[in-house]
């Protein structure tokens, strides 16, 4: 079965880091790009960027460009959504997603970032 | 970036009810649009890819339709269950863009 399984939920302080993961299975991990999406509290879809794992090769939405770094670990089929300083405004559901397309999801990341 | 306008922004229907739901492109995609639906607290699910094309096991009452610049989503009979949010997506050019959502409610 093709799952996307992330990490947990984190609550973090304005200025710190953090990483976030999308474990892979069910698929060859190398062969299809992996996606992210960002939700804020009750609010619309926001594609972040995307990662092929196969040659590392990056995508970002040029509103996330220069915030957010996205990566990959073949060996760990995983793939990661970094920041190197959180802001408030980063708080919010972060979904991984495969494909393009995005056609299978990982249950969500809630991050919040609060004093 | 193409920007995807869905409407409308909020729906109220009645079980049993036909229920369409419209994207448009502000330039043309060919087919490469994706409609999801998201219930609260949960990930998107995916229900048709390629405009037209059928997730397996989604209930054959949801149907796509449309190429170029717009497209449809009809949900033919409404069932209890698919009361929920609907976005659109286009994969055609990145950024990959979303429509802003339907929020469909029970009248």
């Known amino acids: 079965e093709v799952q996307l399984v992330q990490s947990g939920a984190e609550v973090k302080k304005p200025g710190e880091s953090l990483n976030i993961s999308c474990k892979a299975s069910g698929y060859i991990f190398t062969n299809f790009w992996i996606g992210w999406v960002r939700q804020m509290p009750g609010k619309g879809l926001e594609w972040v960027g995307i990662?092929?794992?196969?040659?590392?090769?990056?995508r970002y939405n040029p509103s996330f460009q220069g915030q957010v770094t996205i990566s990959a670990d073949k060996s760990l089929t995983t793939a990661y959504l970094q920041w190197n300083s959180l802001k408030a405004s980063d708080t919010a559901i972060y979904y991984c997603a495969r494909r393009v397309a995005l056609d299978i999801w990982g249950q969500g990341t809630m991050v919040t970032v609060s004093s | 970036d193409i920007q995807m306008t869905q409407s409308p922004s909020s729906l109220s229907a009645s079980v049993g009810d036909r229920v369409t739901i419209t994207c448009r492109a502000s330039?043309?995609?060919?087919?490469?649009l994706g409609w999801y639906q998201q219930k609260p607290g949960k990930a998107p699910k995916r229900l048709i890819y390629?405009?037209?094309t059928l997730q397996s096991g989604v209930p054959s009452r949801f149907s796509g339709s449309g190429s170029g610049t717009e497209f449809t989503l009809t949900i033919s009979s409404l069932q209890p269950e698919d009361f929920a949010t609907y976005y659109c997506l286009q994969h055609n050019n990145y950024p990959i863009t979303f429509g802003q959502g339907t929020r469909l409610e029970i009248k």
């Open positions: 990662i092929y794992p196969g040659d590392s090769t990056i």
């Open positions: 330039q043309g995609i060919r087919d490469d």
């Open positions: 390629g405009a037209s």
